[in-house]
């Protein structure tokens, strides 16, 4: 376990490498800068912007500096606004994209589960029917348009919820709704599928012949190995959540790393780009470590080679 955790550690930093190396190239490959001003800068003032911050180094050292930086924890100050650095949003936009994704984490597995679990033992039946209709369209509609359908009907029509802001519980019904529509479709849909295969497996008609209720060779037999599959796509899953929805954040003005994101991106604020880019990146990877990792405490059949 120890030598496989080694290598696969490796092997992130060396991904991590080649995420940064390819996200720094393209930022610079886009004609323009964070300094680019549409009604115009005087070339003396743009000069000296870009020797405050090395833009105006080659590319190479330009990026040799920001790796030096990051091993030592420093993300770098942001471009567009003065005294701020990319820490500084992480550091606050990190807990609210987290308690966001956490409540959704919350609502995306009490709910996806029992669908996939119900469709699965009412397979063919209206109740699957219903279930995985449901689960489609979640799968198809995008994010922000199930966000804006449900800002027009609950916040213009009805008007019951609030549309911005993390400031009550309320306030978390719609963004909760519309980020995890997706994630309660798709692990809805896989939980069903995967339950169905190893409900049709040798040992579980072992286990009915013997006897057993219905609940204990769903409970004590089949669920345990139908939950592999689910486990595997949780780990990205729950990373995209805790780090908070880019396209959701921004709708509702909720101020977590998407809010952040997105506006650094219409800014051409490089170092907040790469920042979130790498904290985000460097997130997922852990979140697949651990979900490896998670494998052999649910089916000890799986084991790993270095």
Known sequence: MLKFIVKRIGTMLVAMFMIILLTFTLMHAIPGGPFTNPKGMSEEVLAAMEAK??????????????????????????????GKTVNDFIAAGAPVSAKLGLVTLIFVLLTSIPMGILAALKNNRWQDMLLMAVATIGVTIPSFVIASVLIYAFAFKLNVLPTFGLDSWKSYILPVVAMGGYSVSYLARLMRSSLLEVMGQDYIRTARAKGLTEFAVVTKHALRNAMIPVITVLGPTVAGLLTGSFVIEKIFAIPGIGYYFVNSVTQRDYTTIMGVTVFFAAFLMAMVLLVDVFYCLIDPRIQFDA
């Open 53 to 82: 911050y090395g833009l105006d180094q080659p590319m190479p050292v330009q990026f040799v500096n920001y790796l030096g930086n990051l091993l030592h924890g420093d993300l770098g100050p942001s471009y567009k606004y003065t």
